[in-house]
Nanobody, 118 residues
Framework: QVQLVESGGGSVQAGGSLRLACAASGPTSRTYCIHWFRQAPGKEHERVASINRAGFTAVYADSVKGRFAISQDNAKNTVYLQMDSLKPEDTAMYYC???????????WGQGTQVTVSS
């Protein structure tokens, strides 16, 4: 059974930083690729970044390129999202999502709230 547990969210002022963590458990074949998605109030889910166990990374949201970075510690089965230079528009619920490949989003965590104040 796959479980994804996010941590690290919170409230921060604009310009600040947060690091989200996603601890994954269960068969590694099912969590080969891990994504970070976010959903702001009234908006659809947006894929922010992805990483697979081979180290392939991608940042998808143009609005966060150059500010957010995804990384992993395979020994700890944990994926991180380092968020720097945060802006109020980054305010959202951030979800850790996993799948057996990076075109899959089979498993979702409960989410962690990030609030950025101006």
């Amino acid at each position: 059974q796959v479980q994804l547990v996010e941590s690290g969210g919170g409230s921060v002022q604009a310009g600040g930083s947060l690091r989200l963590a996603c601890a994954a458990s269960g068969p590694t074949s099912r969590t080969y690729c891990i994504h970070w998605f976010r959903q702001a109030p009234g908006k659809e889910h947006e894929r922010v970044a992805s990483i697979n166990r081979a180290g392939f990374t991608a940042v998808y949201a143009d609005s966060v390129k150059g500010r957010f970075a995804i990384s992993q510690d395979n020994a700890k089965n944990t994926v991180y999202l380092q968020m720097d230079s945060l802006k109020p528009e980054d305010t959202a619920m951030y979800y850790c999502v996993a799948g057996p490949s990076c075109d899959r989003t089979d498993y979702w965590g409960q989410g962690t709230q990030v609030t950025v104040s101006s």
